[in-house]
């Protein structure tokens, strides 16, 4: 049931993706930038061009990669070394089984006050600027934080 349940997300899914080609094989690298550190993102879930994964969420993703040590409140960047750049954007903060919604503006965010390891999904979207719902690729990316004093 699972796998039927998942090709019928897949396919519903890409049916909204363009056929207009986006630049390379697979989505462009998405990074963490903590004042001159630049952290490479784990890929998540994507469409890019014909080709459509799907992975585990960023807490199983992260599994077996070391946070990188903020401090509370220390500025927290998220960014893509690509052009086009997306058009849309989700950052989404995860703390045990609690799941957070986080505003960003301007791809920054700070760190948690309170001490411990966040996930974040940072999810991003080429959407056609003509044709709603139209989307010419999509990624999203794991990253990790150790909030210490």
């Given at each position: 049931m699972n796998k039927l349940f998942l090709l019928c997300c897949l396919l519903l899914f890409g049916a909204g993706c363009s056929h207009d080609e986006m630049p390379g094989k697979t989505p462009p690298v998405g990074y963490m930038v903590i004042g001159d550190e630049k952290h490479e993102g784990v890929q998540g879930s994507y469409c890019w061009n014909t080709t459509c994964a799907d992975t585990a969420g960023p807490p199983e993703l992260m599994k077996g990669h070391k946070p990188v040590v903020v401090k509370p409140v220390e500025s927290i960047r998220f960014t893509l070394d690509f052009e086009p750049k997306p058009n849309?954007?989700?950052?989404?903060?995860?703390?045990?089984?609690?799941?957070?919604?986080?505003?960003?503006?301007?791809?920054?965010?700070t760190a948690p006050l309170e001490e411990g390891i966040y996930h974040y999904a940072y999810s991003v979207w080429w959407m056609d600027e003509e044709e709603e719902h139209l989307s010419h690729g999509d990624s999203s990316y794991a990253f990790s934080i150790k909030v210490v004093e």
């Amino acid at each position: 049931m699972n796998k039927l349940f998942l090709l019928c997300c897949l396919l519903l899914f890409g049916a909204g993706c363009s056929h207009d080609e986006m630049p390379g094989k697979t989505p462009p690298v998405g990074y963490m930038v903590i004042g001159d550190e630049k952290h490479e993102g784990v890929q998540g879930s994507y469409c890019w061009n014909t080709t459509c994964a799907d992975t585990a969420g960023p807490p199983e993703l992260m599994k077996g990669h070391k946070p990188v040590v903020v401090k509370p409140v220390e500025s927290i960047r998220f960014t893509l070394d690509f052009e086009p750049k997306p058009n849309e954007f989700h950052l989404a903060q995860f703390q045990g089984d609690k799941e957070t919604d986080v505003s960003f503006d301007g791809g920054e965010v700070t760190a948690p006050l309170e001490e411990g390891i966040y996930h974040y999904a940072y999810s991003v979207w080429w959407m056609d600027e003509e044709e709603e719902h139209l989307s010419h690729g999509d990624s999203s990316y794991a990253f990790s934080i150790k909030v210490v004093e």
